[in-house]
Nanobody
């Protein structure tokens, strides 16, 4: 059973930075892709950024230039470095992994951006 465990969320002022971590129960290179989604109250869950096994990345337009997705195979971990945070980044952030036709999700970590 694949397990994804997120950490690193919290409360941050606008303009600040946070780094989210997602640790997988197995090798992250076993997945076709991994990524970060977020869901704000009243909104659908949206893709923030993802990273394929081959290293291709993509970002939602609203975070380009501010967020960076990365991984560390030795630690079975994926990260989301979030800089210049804005109030509209407030959401629950979920780690996601895809393998063939199956999707795996973490439990989510709350990110709140407020002064």
């Amino acid at each position: 059973q694949v397990q994804l465990v997120e950490s690193g969320g919290g409360l941050m002022q606008p303009g600040g930075s946070l780094r989210l971590s997602c640790v997988a129960s197995g090798s992250i290179f076993s997945f076709d892709a991994m990524g970060w989604y977020r869901q704000a109250p009243g909104n659908p869950r949206e893709l923030v950024a993802d990273l394929t096994r081959g290293g291709f990345t993509r970002y939602v337009d609203s975070v380009k230039g501010r967020f960076t997705i990365s991984r560390d195979g030795d630690k079975n971990a994926m990260y989301l470095q979030m800089n210049n945070l804005k109030a509209e980044d407030t959401a629950v952030y979920y780690c996601h992994a895809a393998l063939v036709s199956r999707d795996y999700w973490g439990q989510g970590t709350q990110v709140t951006v407020s002064s």
